[in-house]
């Protein structure tokens, strides 16, 4: 089973997100915080990270950072914000992510690039 | 030495004698002027409401305190004669000296008061000669001197109104500066409760698309009926508060301009296929006439919002079983996209306004479909981006057309 961190602060959001991967057979596992985040992403690898940018503390692209500095290997990742700002679409592709999704978002093509995402 | 000349010399004297100021400049005048006599009094009336007061008075060169009234069988005697210069038979009491002389003070033929001048010598042409011409120059020097006391108090009354103008300028430059503050914090409010207002809306969308997928079971048909409704209201909510989102950046000056080629005729036919539901609701047809097909160089996102704030406007205008017609073209490396509707259409004297922010034209609302009013601002100001303008035609109840002419964006 494919496993997805999901990073992300929001209850009703996490909720919304873990069901629908549970429900296509993923195996998605919750986080809520960056710092929540980076702990798993020590130790173990993942799939694909589903990541909101806007979170409290360290944001999301300071993850990728700290990730990026201790050379600890960043997994395929979608980012999934609330704001459709055309700098942090910038940013993240300096991080090599090219996937953007502006919430709210739209379940079927959620699940779609999912599915593209991890059959690359 | 003669009087004329001495009179000639005295006339440079009181010319002169320009920082003259109230009484002491007729003091000093008539103390001059009684300087050509051995004994002289020397007196100035200055025409009031009915009558004459004295303003000054000299009695052999030295400041005399007449509080007599001239009697008034003098004056009437004196005004009623064309003489520039009236000598009176006095009787000796009335007046200190023997004989007496009068003059008008007058500019032209405007009399404004007298002067008196009583000696004990006898009087010749040439002392009449003198005083008339000595009365003359201070007729003229009164005058003069009225007309700088007033141009003193308008002056004055200018600097005030300058200083005064120039507060109230400082003024409104502080209240502009304030005022662009307030706006300043306006837009950075409202960027940020939109991005918090979607957040929510995330749930709200996301759960009800995930029970209209039936994913977790199936849903009776009211439940799904209902369940409809609520993901089309928070699409409404949605596109409301993107527009919001959309006029703050715009208004900070922030909105970004990403352009890239992009296929029109694609961007074109993907918004007609996602606006379906709503044209096909309406039975209305849309009839896609595209003579172009190529790139343009353009903002993807940005040309899609125009196309889907345009065509949904022109949808929600149109009447059951209307038309809307897309023409697509290029006109010398220009490209031109025209949306024409057969809609309610917009009265002349409305047409200019309907860009502006928040308008909402009474005959054109849709009661049951609210709106912020700033769909066509954003449009505007998208077009704006793409160096492109946008224009009106409309006739009432005809239908409207909007010609969208970007400069040189076709690849």
Do not use: W
């Not at chain 2, 290029?330 to 024409?340: A, M, Q, R, W």
């Amino acid at each position: 089973m494919k496993k997805i961190l999901i990073v992300e602060d929001n209850e009703l959001n996490m909720k919304l997100f873990f069901d629908i991967l549970q429900f296509q057979k993923y195996e998605p596992i919750k986080t809520y915080s960056a710092e929540e985040a980076y702990e798993l992403l020590k130790k173990e690898s993942f799939d694909l990270m589903i990541l909101d940018v806007k979170l409290p503390k360290m944001s999301g692209f300071d993850l990728l950072e700290k990730l990026q500095n201790e050379k600890i290997s960043i997994p395929q990742t979608i980012i999934a914000s609330a704001c459709a700002m055309d700098e942090d679409k910038k940013k993240a592709l300096e991080y090599n992510i090219d996937t953007y999704i502006t919430k709210p978002i739209d379940i079927n093509g959620f699940v779609k690039i999912v599915k593209e995402k991890l059959n690359v | 030495m003669d009087i004329l000349v001495k009179s000639l010399n005295l006339i440079d004297d009181i010319i002169n004698n320009t920082d003259a100021k109230n009484i002491s400049f007729y003091s000093k005048v008539l103390k001059i002027m009684s300087s050509l006599f051995n004994e002289a009094s020397i007196g100035v009336y200055f025409c009031e409401n009915q009558g004459f007061s004295l303003q000054g008075a000299v009695k052999n060169n030295q400041d005399f305190k007449a509080d007599y009234a001239i009697d008034s069988t003098y004056t009437n005697k004196f005004f009623n004669s064309n003489d520039k210069v009236f000598e009176l038979a006095t009787k000796k009491d009335d007046f200190l000296f023997e004989n007496t002389l009068f003059s008008k003070l007058a500019i032209k033929e405007s009399v404004f008061g007298f002067c008196v001048l009583s000696i004990n010598e006898k009087i010749t042409q040439d002392i009449k000669t003198s005083f008339g011409a000595l009365v003359d120059i201070l007729s003229y020097k009164i005058k003069d001197y009225e007309l700088n006391e007033v141009f003193k108090i308008q002056l004055k009354a200018l600097q005030e109104a300058i200083i005064e103008k120039e507060n109230a300028y400082e003024v409104i430059k502080k209240q502009h500066k304030k005022l662009q503050e307030l706006d300043k914090t306006k837009n950075l409010f409202l960027a940020n409760i939109s991005h918090e207002l979607r957040t929510p809306l995330n749930a709200i969308i996301g759960f009800s698309q995930a029970l209209d997928n039936q994913i977790f079971g199936p849903l009776n048909e009211k439940q799904a009926e209902y369940i409809k409704d609520i993901q089309i209201s928070s699409l409404h909510l949605l596109g409301m508060i993107n527009e919001i989102l959309d006029i703050s950046k715009i208004e900070a000056h922030a909105m970004k301009f990403n352009p890239s080629e992009i296929d029109i005729d694609m961007v074109i036919k993907e918004v007609i296929n996602i606006l379906q539901p709503l044209y096909d609701n309406k039975n209305i047809q849309i009839e896609y006439n595209s003579e172009f097909c190529g790139k343009i160089m353009a903002d993807y996102q940005k040309i899609q919002q125009i196309l889907y704030n345009l065509l949904s406007n022109a949808i929600k205008f149109t009447g059951k079983g209307g038309k809307i017609y897309i023409n697509s073209f290029t006109e010398n490396k220009n490209y031109i996209l025209k949306i024409k509707d057969t809609g309610i259409g917009i009265e002349k004297k409305n047409q200019t306004k309907i860009f502006k922010k928040f308008v909402h034209l009474n005959n054109l609302c849709d009661k049951t479909q609210n709106s912020t009013g700033l769909g066509l601002t954003i449009t505007k100001e998208l077009v704006k981006l793409h160096n492109g303008k946008i224009t009106l035609e409309s006739e009432l109840n005809k239908g409207s057309e909007f010609t969208m002419e970007f400069k040189k964006i076709v690849v």
